[in-house]
């Protein structure tokens, strides 16, 4: 029970900061028709609520008052909402910067002061970019050959008085833009991977800065990424619907002081010339010969007479569409830890961590001389790096080269290639290499962080941050399952995935992007491929695998209970009906067939076991359609919301009849080599098993992994599910064990061998060691170890119970959620429990401390102190925002 909200007393007024516009602070560029606002409301005390909320949107900070704001004031709109709001005032103008602020009121109707202002500026809109025509350098087949990567260029004049200048530009597959001399930006591999046949992403830069008064000239160059990737490969991406060469659509709009307008746009009139990057692959790496680079190309005044005209090329089929998501940058720089030299000539840079990236090369080299750099994520018996993909026909992996120009110190790194690695061999480097001599540049997609997870247990730690750094490896715009192997976007890693990425990440903008993705890669059956995006690869190779494609309707509820987000529900809704018709129109006997399973667990490094995937392609399936009833639920479709509960009725009773031994109290298919518990996990995780033989199925669980001295046989299905099943259903000291494990097959098992991510097999011989999708063990620590979960709306409602305590005498985890900062810490000394508690304004917690009885426990403030219920060991209040403290002595 809590207590009624009129006796809470607020500390002071309501008030809105970190201001966001489509989950992003002052978007550049955006396309959205009517942009959603988003503030967070604070303020001290207790019990605070948002009752109203003001809007205004200006033209100009200066008229951000009601009185005088010329765009749009919402007035008083009686609502608790706090994100997601739209926008309502006329149609936002192409090009043009929005300055807006809000202001609250509490609960006792008392209104707070106005928000500092934001601004938010749309992109081209439907203005498009006008006359520009996509341009290149050659248009001819793309081929297994190596081809340099193209320059281009185009000079003009600009007069004095600029106000502002923003170039919006697409440069397929990556662009690294240029204006007198100056990098555009600092983002790389930009722009963001799509299926081209349905949406390309251009780029908005603010480049006012860059301008002279007189000559300019604005430059590109441009790599291949999945557009025009020549090297061939398992997944055909060297032979996709869209595979051509190179290519820019471009739009430099300059506004003067005096209101006028010039406009330089990509058209027959650039120039352009092969580069020095003669050679750009994802898989191979990049040659780059500095003899051939032509100096002050990007600048006034070069003599570009010898190079052609550019030719005017087809645009791919997608919708231009502006880039929402973040851009991929380099994060963090990195030296190596120790040089070792395996044979003469050759050099092993070790960074002591393994990421994705690229080497800087920093050398002094006489003209001519080839530096070969090799990556890998480990070495051969003989300290060479490992650097082969059986996957990729190529005579070169993961191999940058390096021709030097002899004029000096050089310094170079990759533009157009990223590698998964820990290990940098070196061939070629004139002398001995110094840790001045390479830099791990560690490169993804430029999510925040958003929680931090602290135990007194050390391994705890350590999963969890091998999690994160794992996850960031795999971020690159799309979700990926290695840096290394493949750099596809597969979607069973993702379904795995999510909630701890979502937990660990600010990933609105970058899973909203990647359900485009998947949405684009639906076929007109209704199908979704294995990988997403997908040059025509993935549908019916290892498919069908409903457990990999189920990730649609998944994610996109998981988006409504992290984010809030009904316009995403909206928006795919239909393709989501019309995708799990297609996976429903399939089953037969109440079952989906699926060809994936549980993929890699111990013993089995080249798949699944030799199991009925029909048991977790079912599992998936109904899982997949119980969150799309939950979407029909909140967005108000009744009919299909009874045709969705039927059907998952009709899943469970079909994996019941099937696999359920109820004598036995186990599921179990018949060609199983031995007890599965990805097999018993899953039915209890997604609520599939009968009440009344869930004690059952949880015991044989639990005797399995006695059995196995505590160890685990599940691959990537089931990692994820199986110590949360075990704390639910009051083993949590079991669970400890496992994952504390230091023995084959275990997590403690790879970080005694030398890992410091988490690798995709049990095994020591793994073909990669940027896996995330067997450490999905991370999400136990922050809902069950520091016990904070998200139960609805956006962290509307907040369960803490932290009852995975076994082991571990203190655990803390804080998260910035679209409502504020949700925190929890405790810590046991003796018998006395102690919990701290941070509720933001809009969120209410379910709160259990542990406790022998409910008069064990105290609260601070105590004035505010709800009344309890004690519950199975716990005492559990209901609070609203603040900041709580509770003590209780335990037995």
Wanted: glycine share 10%; with cysteine; aromatic share 10%.
């Amino acid at each position: 029970m809590s207590v009624a909200p009129d006796s809470w007393t607020p500390g002071g007024p309501l008030t809105a900061d970190k201001l966001t516009t489509e989950y992003a602070d002052r978007p550049l560029g955006t396309d959205a028709a009517r942009p959603r606002l988003g503030w967070i409301a604070t303020a001290p005390g207790y019990g605070a609520t948002q009752s109203a909320y003001q809007v205004l949107v200006a033209s100009s900070p200066d008229l951000l008052t009601p009185e005088t704001a010329d765009v749009w004031d919402s007035g008083q709109v009686m609502s608790a909402q706090s994100f997601g709001i739209p926008y309502g005032g006329p149609s936002p103008a192409p090009r043009t910067r929005y300055h807006w602020a809000v202001r609250l009121w509490d609960g006792r109707d008392q209104a707070g002061r106005w928000s500092r202002p934001s601004w938010f500026e749309t992109g081209l809109l439907d203005e498009g970019f006008g006359s520009a025509q996509w341009i290149g350098a050659r248009d001819s087949e793309v081929r297994d050959e190596e081809v340099p990567a193209p320059l281009l260029r185009r000079a003009f004049t600009v007069r004095d008085g600029v106000r502002s200048a923003r170039l919006y530009a697409s440069g397929l597959a990556y662009q690294e833009l240029r204006i007198n001399g100056q990098r555009v930006g600092d983002s790389v591999l930009d722009p963001g991977f799509t299926d081209y046949e349905d949406t390309v992403l251009s780029v908005t830069y603010d480049v006012t800065a860059l301008l002279l008064a007189g000559d300019n000239v604005l430059g590109a160059e441009l790599g291949r990424g999945f557009f025009g990737l020549s090297t061939p490969n398992v997944w055909r991406w060297h032979q996709t619907p869209w595979t051509a060469q190179p290519r820019l659509l471009a739009r430099l709009v300059i506004e003067h002081t005096d209101g006028d307008v010039t406009e330089i746009v990509s058209d027959g009139s650039w120039r352009v010339a092969d580069g020095p990057t003669r050679f750009d692959s994802l898989f191979s790496g990049e040659t780059y010969d500095a003899r051939l680079h032509p100096a002050g190309w990007d600048e006034s005044g070069f003599d570009d007479s010898g190079w052609s005209a550019a030719l005017v090329v087809p645009a791919p089929r997608g919708q231009v569409r502006a880039q929402e998501h973040e851009p991929i940058r380099v994060v963090e720089d990195v030296v190596p830890v120790e040089f070792g030299q395996p044979r003469p000539g050759v050099w092993i840079a070790d960074f002591g961590r393994t990421t994705a990236g690229w080497t800087k090369l920093r050398v002094t080299a006489p003209a001519g001389t080839t530096i070969s750099l090799t990556h890998g994520e480990s070495l051969l018996a003989d300290g060479t790096v490992f650097a082969e993909n059986p996957n990729v026909r190529s005579e070169r992996f993961q191999r940058d080269e390096y021709i030097a120009a002899g004029n000096g110190v050089e310094e170079w790194e990759p533009r157009f290639s990223y590698k998964g690695f820990r290990y940098v061999q070196l061939e070629g480097f004139p002398g001995v290499p110094t840790p001045g001599s390479v830099t791990m540049r560690v490169v993804h997609s430029d999510v925040a962080t958003v929680s931090r997870f602290s135990a007194d247990q050390p391994l705890y730690e350590q999963l969890d941050q091998a999690m994160r750094r794992t996850v960031l490896n795999n971020l690159h715009g799309i979700p990926t399952d290695t840096p290394k192997m493949e750099k596809n976007g597969w979607t069973g890693d993702a379904q795995v995935g999510a909630p701890t990425m979502a937990g660990t990440l600010g990933m609105a903008r970058f899973f909203t992007k990647w359900l485009g993705d998947l949405r684009d890669s639906q076929d007109e059956n209704g199908r979704l491929p294995v990988i997403v995006p997908t040059g025509g690869w993935g549908y019916s190779e290892l498919s069908p695998a409903t457990e990999w494609s189920t990730v649609y309707p998944f994610l996109l509820r998981e988006m409504h209970r992290w984010y809030g987000d009904e316009r995403l529900l909206a928006e795919h809704w239909a393709p989501v009906l019309r995708y799990l018709d297609y996976e429903l129109g399939r089953v037969e006997d109440g079952l989906s067939l699926s060809v994936l399973g549980d993929w890699i667990p111990p013993g089995y490094p080249d798949g699944p076991p030799p199991e009925d995937r029909r048991l977790t392609g079912t599992a998936y399936l109904h899982r997949a359609v119980v969150a799309a009833a939950e979407i029909g639920e909140i967005l108000g479709h009744p009919e299909e919301v009874d045709r969705l509960r039927k059907a998952a009725r009709e899943l469970a009773d079909g994996l019941n009849r099937a696999f359920l031994d109820r004598e036995a109290g186990s599921y179990r298919t018949a060609s199983d080599p031995d007890y599965r518990q990805t097999s018993n996990a899953l039915p209890l995780a997604f609520g599939l098993v009968p009440s009344d033989l869930v004690p059952a199925v949880v015991a044989n669980l639990v005797a399995d992994i006695e059995a196995r001295d505590f160890h685990l046989n599940t691959g990537c299905l089931g990692v994820g599910v199986l110590l949360p099943v075990l704390t639910e259903h009051g083993h949590p000291e079991v669970a400890a064990k496992v994952a504390l494990q230091r023995s084959y097959p275990s997590w403690g098992y790879w970080f005694d061998n030398g890992a410091d991510t988490m690798w995709e097999m049990w095994e020591t011989g793994t073909r990669s060691r940027n896996h995330y999708f067997q450490g999905t063990v991370a999400q136990w620590l922050l809902e069950n170890v520091a016990g904070l979960r998200n139960l609805a709306n956006g962290w509307e409602r907040i369960l803490i119970r932290p009852d995975a305590r076994s082991q571990v005498d203190s655990a803390s985890l804080r998260t910035d959620t679209v409502r504020g900062r949700v925190s929890v810490s405790w810590r046991r000394v003796g018998r006395v429990f102690q919990l701290e508690v941070q509720v933001p304004v809009g969120a209410t917690a379910e709160v259990h401390v542990p406790s022998d009885a409910a008069t064990d426990v105290t609260v601070v403030p105590a004035p505010y102190a709800p009344e309890p219920e004690h519950v199975d060991g716990y005492c559990v209040f209901t609070v609203p925002s603040g900041h709580w403290n509770f003590t209780s002595r335990t037995s």
